[in-house]
């Protein structure tokens, strides 16, 4: 893969609000692709916990940044898609890089914005309602994990390999994903 390929695959993993892991998917998520809604000023942050926000004053930035201490990952940046609710950071490994994003959706489900519902597979995460979606924006070595916040708002984590493949990008989701989802609210 040439540095630019690289490049534009980032920017495009940028401009997707991703997902946490699932284990034990078991069956496909219904539904007809959906365009991302476009983030705007007034879109929700997650500061001010209340019904509509279950997050409170968890900050996305500082909770990747918890997820991955000691990992050798970079601090993390909010996203310029979706400042208020997405972070990334990128390690380099050899020639490979590993991104992983975290967005904090409060409002909208684990079943919304699902680009191709055919690679998108509902199961759990340490026995919270979650869907994994392979290749979220069509490009190998990407996945990503909804999981579910109730009562309706997602937490997603997402992996983009440089790259490696799709299965590795899931497996390193979902070990993510299993490791924040006892950081969420109940």
Do not use: W
């Not at 409002?107 to 919304?112: F, S």
């Not at 199961?123 to 392979?134: I, K, L, P």
């Amino acid at each position: 893969m040439t540095r630019s390929s690289f490049g534009r695959r980032a920017a495009l993993t940028s401009l997707v609000l991703l997902t946490l892991v699932v284990s034990a998917c078991d069956s496909k998520v219904g539904g007809t692709p959906q365009a991302a809604d476009t983030p705007t000023s007034s879109a929700p942050t997650t500061s001010g916990g209340n019904s509509n926000n279950p997050f409170g004053d968890m900050k996305p930035c500082a909770t990747l940044d918890e997820l991955l201490r000691g990992q050798g990952y970079p601090a993390s940046i909010p996203t310029a898609a979706d400042s208020a609710r997405t972070c990334t950071t990128v390690k380099k490994v050899g020639d490979d890089s590993i991104r992983v994003s975290l967005s904090l959706h409060a409002g909208q489900t684990i079943n919304e914005n699902i680009a191709d519902p055919s690679k998108a597979s509902s199961g759990t995460v340490n026995d919270r309602a979650a869907v994994q979606e392979r290749e979220p924006i069509g490009a190998k070595g990407q996945c990503d994990v909804k999981m579910e916040v109730k009562p309706k708002s997602r937490a997603i984590v997402a992996v983009t390999l440089g790259v490696g493949t799709t299965d590795q990008a899931c497996t390193d989701v979902n070990d993510f994903a299993t490791k924040f989802e006892p950081m969420l609210p109940k």
